[in-house]
């Protein structure tokens, strides 16, 4: 990292949020928790993993 101008919190999110897509909720969360606990993480994609994770919620009625 970076790769592609992305450093590994960003390549996180966009996994997760592939893993969300195809219904692989139990793994997305766990890495929506890795860039939620990440300390350099940037705001913005914080702001989005939280609105992911509350869609996940909504979505598969999983606690999160």
Same mark, same amino acid.
């Given at each position: 990292f970076p790769m592609c101008g992305m450093d590994?919190? /960003?390549m /996180?999110? @966009?996994t997760a949020d @592939? &893993? +969300?897509q195809i219904g692989k909720y139990?793994? &997305?969360l766990r890495m929506? &928790? +890795?860039v939620l606990t990440a300390r350099d993480v940037n705001d913005r994609i914080k702001q989005? &993993? +939280?609105d992911m994770k509350d869609l996940i919620r909504e979505t598969s009625g999983k606690e999160a």
């Open positions: 590994e919190t /960003t /996180t999110y @966009l @592939l &893993a +969300r139990d793994e &997305a929506i &928790a +890795r989005k &993993a +939280r």
